[in-house]
C-alpha cells in the first residue's frame, strides 16, 4: 500500500472557455509542481510521472507533463489511456508500483485539453478519402456500441430512473458545489486566472425542464459539459510517509473491472463491491464517496448499487456542476475524496465508468 501526501487539481473549465490556450501539459504542470510543493519533496525524489489522457492522440502525454512541470529528465513518464477511468487507473498504478517496491514516490492523475485535442479521422485501404470522426470505436460490435447518451438513457429505463429524478440529482449537484466554492478554491491550483470550477451555477427545476432532449431522458441540464483540466496526486512508499506530518491518505485499494459494454453506467459498481469486500468492509463503513456524475442517471445507479449514503456521495457537489475532462475526471473525484476525508476521517471512495463497459473503484483512508 501507499500513501498519498498532497493531491491538487485545476480548476475544471467547459472546452473552449479560459482554458482554450493551453495544452494538457499546460493544464498539468502548475499541478505538479503544487503538490511536490504541498509534499514538501524536491523533483530529484520523483521516480515515474503516470498520466491518464484519453484525448491526445499519440507520443507519451506524461513524458510531456513531466518535462513542462520541470522534473528530471531521467523521469520518463507513463501514459494510459482507458478513457474516463484513465486518471483514477494512474494513481492504482502507482500504488501497485510503490507498493511491489518498484519506487518510492510517483506523481499520478490525470490531464486533458478537450480544446486542444487532435482531429482523428478513419482511413480506409481502398483509397477512399479519410473519415472524421468524434466518438471512437468502444467495442468491434457496432450494433453494441451505443452513443454514450443514448446508453444513458437505455440505463435510466431498464432502472426506472426517469427525468425528474435526474433533473434533481444536477440541480442538487451544482447547489452543494455553489456552497463548497470557497473549501474548493483550497484544493485549485490557480491558472489562467481561473480559481473555482467555471460551469457551476444556480440550477433551478424550471431550468432543466427547458432543456432539449439530447436522447430521451438525458438533456445538456442532466449530462456532464466536455471540460478542459488537470489533477495529480503524490503517492509515496511508507519510508517516505513516515517523517511527513501533513495532510495524508493511505490507499487500502481499488479495482478496475469491465462490464456490459453497451451498459458502461453499471460498471463501477463491482468494481466499488469488490474493493470494500477485498477490504473487509460494507457501504455502510463508507463516511464519504465521490461517484462520477458523467450522466446524472449513471451517478443514481452507482449510488444505489453499491448501496451508499445519497448524503455522504459528492458533498462538494460533481462532474455536473464542473465538467468532465475525461483523462483527467477520476483523478479529480480522487483528488476530492482526499480532500473531503481530512474533514470526515474514516473511510473514502470513489468511482468512475468509462465507454465500453469498465469501471473503476478507489479506498483511501484517513
Known sequence: MSVILAARRTAVVPAGGAFAALSFYDLAAPV??????????????????????????????ARLCALAAGLPTQVAGLSIDRQCVSGMDAILLADALITAGRADVIIAGGAESTSRRPLRMQTFADGRTPVPYDQAA???????????????????????????????????????????Q???????????????????????????ARAQPVAGTITAANAAVSADAAGFVILVSDRIAAGFTGAKARVVGGRTLGGRPDMPGTAPIAAAQET???????????????????????AIACVQGIGLDPARVNIGGGALARGHPIGASGAINAVRLFHTLQKTGG??????????????ALLLQV
Open 32 to 61: 505538479i509542481q503544487a503538490c511536490l510543493a504541498d509534499a514538501g519533496l524536491d523533483a530529484a525524489q520523483v521516480d515515474e510521472v503516470i498520466v491518464g489522457n484519453a484525448l491526445g492522440a499519440g507520443g507519451n502525454p
Open 138 to 180: 468502444f467495442t468491434p460490435w457496432p450494433d453494441r456500441d451505443p452513443d454514450m447518451a443514448q446508453a444513458a438513457d437505455d440505463l435510466g429505463r431498464m432502472l426506472g430512473i426517469d427525468r425528474a429524478a435526474q433533473d434533481a440529482w444536477a440541480v442538487e449537484s451544482h447547489a452543494k458545489a455553489r456552497t463548497a
Open 182 to 208: 470557497a473549501v474548493l478554491q483550497r484544493e485549485i491550483v490557480t491558472l489562467a486566472g481561473v480559481t473555482q470550477d467555471a460551469f457551476t451555477r444556480s440550477l433551478s427545476l424550471k431550468t432543466c
Open 276 to 298: 470494500m469486500q477485498m477490504a473487509g468492509l460494507k457501504s455502510t463503513n463508507i463516511n464519504t464517496a465521490e461517484i462520477m456524475e458523467a450522466y446524472a442517471v449513471q
Open 347 to 360: 473511510h473514502g471512495l470513489a468511482a468512475i465508468a468509462a465507454a465500453g463497459g469498465i469501471g473503476t
